[in-house]
């Protein structure tokens, strides 16, 4: 293959890795929930778990987790906004509205990081870029908004609720890349953020109670879920290093068509006619936004 081809073809496929890996932790926390797993212990005991596996992983490298102020507060910050919000939301909605209407929660952080570093300066978005983003948009919501119109009004709420996630994962995005500490590597910081944010809900899991419900974790689907946003969570902060936070959060695209098939799959959730046209809609849209299509911004 040329190494210029080669060169476009890998964002596309760290992509498509990095949006499957985090589309599969949803029917995975909707499996731990029919096991009777309680919200909290879960999103607890996964995480934490997750963080000792980049912990480890980092500390084999040569890569410690560093512990300078710089780094500290970038663990804190991204480990808010990307893992634990984003987690606990999910635990409590997944159980509520399945795993594959949860998908929602992923269509739209790539317009909100869009919009988050176009108004903070970050990036200048082309066109071209634009119209990719709205093509994925256009392509989550041609599965999504048919499904919703069978809600009713307690779904409705959770619905409403689930639509934190996108907002949290966008702030998590642009921060990762905002206040990245000099020096710094992505295992390392991945494995620090990981760990804030299993230190965030494991507050909150003392607070509600749930540290007492721990056992109701199924071990192995824990490791499983640990295993899989570790991964993930790495291949963020490589994906981001190359392509940018805008390319980076159309993960959540990917993630939509994966945590839909698996509903469908796994739980035998209907999936639409429409979801073939929202595939297409979604790859010509991760094409249009291949990374160099929008300008950093001078400061």
Do not use: K
């Not at 102020?69 to 906004?81: E, T």
């Not at 698996?262 to 249009?288: D, K, T």
């Amino acid at each position: 293959m040329p190494s210029s081809l080669l060169h476009r073809a890998a964002p596309i496929a760290a992509l498509a890795a990095t949006g499957a890996l985090v589309g599969a932790a949803v029917p995975i926390t909707r499996l731990a929930s029919l096991a009777g797993a309680q919200t909290l212990s879960w999103a607890f005991a996964s995480t934490g778990t997750a963080a000792v596996l980049l912990a480890g992983a980092a500390m084999l490298r040569g890569n410690p987790v560093r512990t300078d102020r710089d780094h500290l507060a970038y663990y804190g910050a991204v480990g808010l906004f990307s893992i634990a919000l984003p987690q606990l939301l999910l635990a409590l909605v997944v159980p509520m509205i399945g795993a594959g209407l949860a998908g929602i929660g992923y269509t739209l952080p790539p317009i909100l990081t869009l919009a988050i570093t176009a108004l903070i300066g970050m990036v200048r978005p082309s066109p071209r870029c634009i119209l990719g983003f709205a093509f994925g948009l256009g392509g989550a919501l041609l599965v999504l908004l048919p499904r919703g119109h069978s809600a009713d009004g307690v779904q409705s709420e959770w619905m409403a609720l689930a639509m934190a996630v996108p907002l949290s994962v966008a702030v998590g995005n642009v921060l990762r890349a905002r206040i990245w500490p000099a020096g710094s590597v992505p295992l390392a910081n991945a494995a620090g953020a990981m760990g804030a944010g299993a230190a965030l809900l494991g507050l909150a899991a003392a607070a509600g109670g749930g540290l007492a419900d721990l056992a109701t974790v199924p071990v192995g689907l824990a490791v499983a879920h640990a295993a899989v946003s570790a991964v993930a969570f790495v291949l963020f902060f490589v994906l981001q290093a190359v392509a940018g936070p805008v390319y980076t959060s159309q993960v959540g695209y990917v993630a939509t068509v994966v945590s839909l098939a698996a509903g469908a799959l796994v739980f035998g959730e209907a999936i639409p006619i429409s979801a073939y046209a929202a595939a297409a809609l979604i790859a010509a849209g991760v094409v249009l936004v291949l990374p160099g299509r929008e300008s950093r911004a001078r400061p």
